[in-house]
């Protein structure tokens, strides 16, 4: 049985658009640079008190994270 590989393109494009190094996202979130490149690079699934960090963090959806909306408004 093979893993399964998920691209996380939205947490990386949104942290390229606000001009962010991983090591900068990683430290807000509490996360290390690796583990956060992992995660974007979808070698690592993201757990979800960290989709929560990354919400809170750019104050978007996790649906809009996860691309299950384009619309990038917390319904919060």
């Known amino acids: ?5 998920m691209e996380y393109t ?4 949104l942290r390229e658009d ?6 900068k996202v990683g430290q807000a979130i ?4 690796r583990t956060y490149a992992y ?3 979808g070698q690592r699934m993201i ?3 960290v989709l929560c960090a990354l919400a809170k963090f750019y104050h ?3 649906d ?5 909306t384009d619309d990038p408004v917390p319904k919060w």
């Open 1 to 5: 049985m093979t893993a399964m590989k």
């Open 10 to 13: 939205r947490i990386r494009a």
């Open 18 to 23: 606000h001009d962010l190094t991983q090591e």
């Open 30 to 33: 509490n996360v290390p640079q």
């Open 39 to 41: 995660y974007e690079s």
């Open 47 to 49: 757990p979800p008190q």
């Open 60 to 62: 978007v959806s996790v």
């Open 64 to 68: 809009y994270l996860l691309e299950l």
